[in-house]
């Protein structure tokens, strides 16, 4: 191991400082990995050097690199099922008869990564409202990384992307072939918005939504970061809106009891704003 305890305590005090990821004593070998990489595509020699820009120089830009190649961007149409099969199922006809006279919903993907969980999402949402026209559905996503945003937007997704979840009917019917590529068509781009937003910092501009799916993020967070997300969460939330979490998080030994109903859908749990 090159990556010196006094260097891996630097890199997961700026990690935390910045996204507020924490990284237990277990993920110094991943530390260093994902460093490296960085180090050689930076041209640098190695993770010392990498650091040491970061730390005496105060190289800002390769700082928001370091935090960013410490993210972790796992993710894929449909992720875990319940959720969408809920949001067919119960929550898009709910809502989109609730909106009617609106016709508007906005959704956020609070942690979009690549895009896959916001293209899912716009699938069924043009699928419930099957042609109706004028409706204003806005989808947005947000990430802390410029580099998967770039990417969401792009649409573009492998073979192997699109065959972990997106259903065979649909890849014809959403996708156009480019290449060994698949790119999502227009129609689903332009409910989809992308945008950088760090969860710890600044949530000025951010409107009120029908669903929230801040899935899979607050579980590198520490308890207390958690619970403010949550708080935050909840004045964005419509009254009749939906909140959804990873499989593995929950509000549990968070404080929240008062502030979110957990409500069950079919297989699949969702919290509401307690009234
Ligand atoms: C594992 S992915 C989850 C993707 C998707 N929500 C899903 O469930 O499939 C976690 C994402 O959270 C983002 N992330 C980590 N810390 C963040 C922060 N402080 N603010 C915003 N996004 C963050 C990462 O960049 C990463 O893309």
Not at 4 to 11: R, T, W
Not at 54 to 67: F, K, T, W
Not at 222 to 240: G, Q, S, W
């Amino acid at each position: 191991m090159s990556l010196s305890k006094q260097d891996f305590d630097y890199v997961r005090g700026v990690v935390r400082d910045k996204a507020a990821i924490v990284l237990d004593d277990s993920k110094e070998y991943l530390v260093e990995l994902r460093l490296s990489n960085l180090a050689s595509m930076q041209g640098l020699p190695g993770v010392t050097e990498l650091i040491r820009d970061v730390r005496d120089n105060g190289n800002r830009p390769l700082a928001d690199l370091m935090v960013e190649a410490m993210t972790t961007n796992e993710t894929s149409f449909f992720r875990d099922g319940l959720p969408f099969d809920a949001m067919r199922e119960s929550i898009l006809p709910e809502l989109l008869q609730a909106r009617a006279e609106q016709r508007s919903l906005k959704i956020w993907c609070a942690a979009a990564s690549t895009g896959q969980e916001s293209y899912s999402l716009a699938m069924l949402v043009r699928q419930c409202l099957q042609g109706t026209p004028d409706w204003d559905i806005r989808i947005l996503g947000t990430d802390i990384s410029p580099e998967v945003l770039t990417r969401a937007e792009s649409g573009v997704y492998s073979q192997h992307e699109v065959s972990r979840g997106v259903p065979a009917e649909s890849l014809v019917t959403e996708f156009q072939r480019e290449g060994l590529d698949w790119v999502v068509r227009d129609d689903l781009k332009t409910m989809c918005e992308f945008r950088r937003m760090n969860l710890v910092g600044s949530w000025s501009g951010l409107p009120t939504f029908d669903v929230i799916f801040l899935r899979n993020v607050l579980i590198y967070f520490d308890t207390d970061v958690r619970r403010k997300i949550l708080e935050r969460a909840k004045r964005h939330l419509a009254p009749d809106g939906y909140l959804f979490l990873g499989g593995s998080e929950t509000l549990l030994g968070l404080d929240l009891d008062q502030d979110f109903t957990r409500v069950l859908l079919g297989s699949a749990s969702a919290y509401q704003v307690t009234t």
